[in-house]
């Protein structure tokens, strides 16, 4: 038998071993990002740094998964709807055990299954492609639906960015969900305030995002979605939560852990200079966990 992903049982770990664990995840995730960066020269770095906390907690903390089996039927299933943030994921699969860290070396190259957007043809622990936003939602009250129906206690989750909320789909998905009382749905919305059209709120204001999901009858929590420590507690409440679909909305930084390339005024798609790659995993080694 495959072995199965597990965490340390509740109560053997406290907190802050918890948090130092998940810390250390994270780190490793930016590492892989910024490795994963140098092969192409560019690309969608800023958002894969600005997220690795939040896939350190799900993929270390929440997910249940064989990391050796990734199509195990009662497998947890984590939808990447933002397909350009496949480096952030193909970085967690790589510290979650599902890919080796070798193949990392082959992102966006001819061949590679890893390409620069996502396809869940080609890549192991990639659940659907991605492309065209506000997709992640809808595939994902259907496939809660069809677990239900199924007896499958799994439970999905769907990564989504800001963006997409100002696609009609996702809250149309959104009301699907809340309307079958789907509570084995977990979205999580990645809040950096960027598009590649500028700042979110210039392009379509969708604040206040907690109440709108709220209306729409989800349970909602809004956390800094670089805080380990917030994360888990979160995390945690949203797991024990029934009766309804969930939503925790993250307050990223697009390039954390990495000060020069947080300050980059164009950060959505990043051109980061062969010199420069050295000096960003220093900075990352800076501030790594202890």
Not at 174 to 199: E, F, K, R, S, W
């Amino acid at each position: 038998m495959t072995a199965l992903h597990t965490v340390p049982a509740r109560g053997t770990e406290d907190r802050a071993e918890r948090i130092a664990r998940l810390s250390a995840a994270a780190h490793r995730i930016r590492r892989h990002a910024l490795d994963m960066g140098e092969v192409q020269g560019q690309g969608y770095i800023g958002q894969a740094l600005g997220v690795a906390d939040v896939l350190a907690v799900v993929y270390g903390d929440q997910l249940r998964f064989r990391p050796a089996e990734p199509e195990w039927p009662d497998r947890d299933r984590f939808l990447l709807s933002i397909g350009h943030y496949a480096i952030a994921l193909y970085a967690a699969l790589a510290e979650a055990g599902t890919i080796d860290a070798a193949e990392l070396e082959t992102y966006g190259s001819d061949g590679s299954r890893l390409p620069m957007s996502g396809m869940a043809s080609y890549t192991p622990g990639m659940e659907i492609s991605g492309g065209s936003l506000g997709h992640g939602l809808g595939v994902a009250t259907g496939m809660a639906l069809g677990l239900r129906l199924q007896g499958n206690p799994a439970r999905v989750f769907n990564l989504l960015s800001d963006g997409e909320l100002d696609e009609g789909s996702t809250w149309e998905a959104a009301m699907a969900c809340a309307h079958h009382g789907l509570d084995n749905v977990t979205a999580i919305v990645d809040v950096n305030a960027l598009q590649a059209d500028g700042p979110t709120a210039g392009v379509l204001r969708t604040e206040p995002v907690t109440d709108k999901w709220r209306a729409f009858g989800w349970h909602a929590l809004r956390v800094d979605g670089n805080d380990i420590g917030a994360l888990v507690d979160a995390f945690d409440e949203l797991r024990a939560h029934r009766g309804s679909p969930s939503v925790l909305i993250c307050d990223t930084r697009i390039g954390h852990g990495v000060p020069m390339l947080a300050e980059r005024e164009k950060a959505h798609f990043m051109k980061v200079a062969e010199h420069e790659w050295d000096l960003a995993r220093q900075q990352l080694g800076e501030g790594s966990p202890a």
